[in-house]
């Protein structure tokens, strides 16, 4: 079953622009004819993965960097801009201080304002060192001559000038600044975490304005559009990792499966992308931070299901599962880790939302293939075999058998996500 | 117990190593149909079909055909979102591992199902499937699938053993431009020139067809295409 689904930069397109120039190592201000160090370019390439600036900027079947993805927003459809040198459709014309202006201040280098979509809230807390480095990096991909798809917003959000009270409400400006009383790997681990990972994209709640509040960063939240809840990093009732090992928080962010669980959807795409490319050591960083950010905030669950209800569905989910779930997840819910994740103790499952489960019994799903696990092996979908009843009481059966402490779902809640969005 | 879990894990884990080899002379490992089981609520188990007519066998198709199929829905040129989702961040070699291993998969075929279509009908999709319709420049299935109609490896499927509702809703696909294939792309140009009593001939009469004793399919090169096709780049000729 899934474990954190997060896809941070689906959110939303960016919209921009990524930019710029030529580019000015630190230190050396040399002229444009000076081609930047290949290490820095390399540097560059590692950063732009861990920003999985791929994933948003370039289309489906298209080439890289150019743009051109759709991006579907409550507010209309935005679509990525190109951000390979070519001198008139991409950022050939850019400077590496307009590159960092976007990535650090989300403005254009006319200072246009970009949608928001465009992670910068969490791109500011890049240091202009490793903008620079990226800036290098993009000033080296091949040119591709693609003017950017004008995006399709709804009024009132076609106009700009509203990004302003945006910024307002939900914009901070300013690079990380690292926590003396910490270590170098936590804070190497939270600027990652923070910063070019933007995983607050996904991990905070978003609100009806499309902004996420600071107060609740890493809180957890449905993403908008895509009908996976991307969930809370800080609660060790959902994705919070304090209890589990760093090796085990490693596994999951670079192979994309554990000894605890495995990742799908949204956040399966975030580790094929960006996660897999990141060193052991970086890995290890952000596990470090991520286990020190969750803190145990018991809630209790809310029931949606009458008890006499619940258990009739905890009786036929019990016949479903020894059915269609036990050869892999094992009879008590052990699972056969790290392929099979055990669903016993899984707290994804048991989370408050119990869209993921529905939605991983319907959809099923493979774990990204990536370097350390190349051959994942994957979960069916169910969504043919099983009715709106069987699915309701399986997963009503998987988030409250063997001490799990999740609630009931009924079949209404199951049959709506049938419709979900599986792109 | 933390300590039992880590220690298992790694036993798993050098397991996993085993396993993930490759056997002698297969491109997959020995465990393959348990790393494929997602494909089998709707394709069967090694793939032979389910009583669902919608969802296809994939048991003994060319492992070409299989690959292109695979890589289309991972790219998103051929359209099936519950596919499109699930192979969207599987690799390109693990994709011909799916194709290989389903592609030497030999269950027993089920026997064509009873069908209500007319005599008239039968003979009309037989007259296309083994002759084609010259006035219309519509070449017979036979003249790529093969006189058996059990296809030409790599890129060119057999078309028994397939329920009349799944051909007919392929050959609509390609008329509408939601299934494409490599270009030249010789299926949306044929099924571009059927009419819609053609394809509901077409699939009356292959689905009718029972199962060759031989379902294998011929062997890359042994014999030409009419035009050229992109699945099959080498247009039936020998490599």
Known sequence: ?423 | MFVKTLLLTCCLSFLGLDVGLAQEGKSYPADMADRVQACTPCHGQEGRGTNDPYFPRLAGKPAGYLYNQLEAFKSGRRKYPPMNYLLAFLTDDYLRQFADYFADQHPALPGPPATDASKSVLEHGQALVTQGDLDRAIPACVSCHGGPLTGQSPGIPGLLGLRASYISAQLGGWRYGTRTANAPDCMQLVAGRLTEDDVRAVAAYLAGQPLPTDPVPAPAGSFALPFACGSQPDGGHKP
Not at chain 1, 218 to 231: E, H, K, R, T
Not at chain 1, 308 to 313: P, T
């Open chain 1, 1 to 423: 079953m899934s474990r954190q689904n997060r896809r941070c930069q689906l959110l939303l397109t960016t919209i921009s622009a990524f930019v710029v120039g030529a580019l000015v190592p630190a230190g050396a201000q040399n002229s444009e004819a000076q081609q930047p160090p290949e290490a820095i370019v390399k540097k560059g390439e590692y950063l732009a993965r861990a920003g999985d600036c791929i994933a948003c900027h370039t289309a489906p079947e298209g080439k890289l960097f150019a743009g051109g993805r759709g991006m579907p927003t409550p507010f209309g459809t935005l679509y990525t801009s190109n951000i390979t040198p070519d001198p008139e459709t991409g950022i050939g014309k850019w400077t590496a201080d307009d590159f960092y202006k976007t990535m650090h201040d989300g403005r254009f280098p006319d200072g246009g304002l970009l949608y928001p979509a465009m992670p910068f809230g969490s791109y500011t807390k890049v240091t202009r060192e490793d903008s620079d480095a990226i800036f290098a990096y993009l000033k080296t991909v091949p040119a591709v001559r693609q003017p950017d798809h004008p995006h399709e917003l709804q009024f009132p959000y076609n106009n700009r000038s509203l990004i302003l009270g945006w910024r307002t409400l939900f914009f901070t400006e300013g690079e990380f600044q690292p926590d003396p009383k910490q270590s170098d790997e936590w804070n190497r681990g939270a600027y990652l975490v923070e910063g070019l990972g933007h995983c607050g994209m996904c991990h905070t709640p978003i609100n009806a304005l499309g902004g996420s509040s600071e107060s609740k960063a890493f809180q957890g939240g449905l993403i908008p559009m895509q009908d996976w809840y991307a969930p809370s990093l800080t609660s060790n009732k959902e994705a919070g990792l304090g209890d589990w090992s760093i090796e085990e928080i490693s596994d999951l962010l670079q192979k994309g499966i554990s000894a605890r669980g495995a990742v799908y959807g949204p956040m399966a795409e975030v580790v094929y992308n960006s996660l897999q490319y990141m060193t052991d050591d970086d890995t290890r960083a952000m596990a470090v931070y991520l286990k020190s950010i969750a803190q145990d905030e018991p809630k209790p669950a809310r029931a949606s299901v009458g008890s006499q209800e619940a258990s009739l569905l905890r009786s036929l989910g019990k016949t479903v599962y020894d059915k269609q779930c036990a050869s892999c997840h094992g009879a008590e819910g052990e699972g056969r880790p790290p392929h099979y994740p055990p669903l016993a103790g899984n707290q994804s499952i048991q989370m408050e939302s119990s869209v993921n489960a529905v939605r991983m019994v319907l959809n099923g799903g493979y774990p990204p293939a990536t370097y350390k696990n190349p051959m994942p092996h994957g979960m069916p979908p169910f969504a043919v075999s099983l009715s709106d009843d069987e699915v309701a009481a399986v997963v009503s059966y998987i988030r409250t058998a063997w001490g799990n402490r999740g609630t009931p779902v009924n079949a209404a809640e199951a049959n709506k996500l049938r419709s979900a969005p599986l792109q």
